[in-house]
């Protein structure tokens, strides 16, 4: 799960990407009133010197703070065992863009 934190930081964000021929384009969007991620992802085909709008997905995701998980977990029973920043058992910093969040019941 992404961090709410660094979810925070790309409110108002653009990139451009180059994947295989073809250019995706996502811009995100922060609510800081309601914790929600929204980011579109535009693709773009390259045809000679123009490029030609393929489709795009809009996404919707609400993130959460590391105390937030604990509380979470805790209403519903849970206990809250130990947390990464990704798969490879890393810890968590300011710079972490997940939570891998493990909670037994």
Do not use: C, H, P
Not at 46 to 62: A, C, M, V, Y
Not at 74 to 79: H, L, P, T
């Amino acid at each position: 799960m992404m961090r709410k934190d660094y979810g925070a930081m790309l409110d108002k964000d653009k990139k451009i990407r180059r994947i295989n021929g073809f250019i995706r384009l996502q811009e995100s969007f922060f609510g800081f009133n309601n914790s929600r991620l929204k980011a579109r992802w535009t693709f773009y085909k390259e045809d000679d010197n123009s490029l030609k709008k393929i489709g795009s997905i809009d996404f919707n995701n609400r993130l959460y703070s590391f105390e937030e998980l604990k509380v979470l977990t805790a209403s519903a029973g849970w206990n809250y065992k130990e947390s990464y920043s990704d798969f490879s058992f890393n810890e968590i910093d300011k710079r972490s863009k997940y939570i891998v969040f493990i909670a037994i019941k």
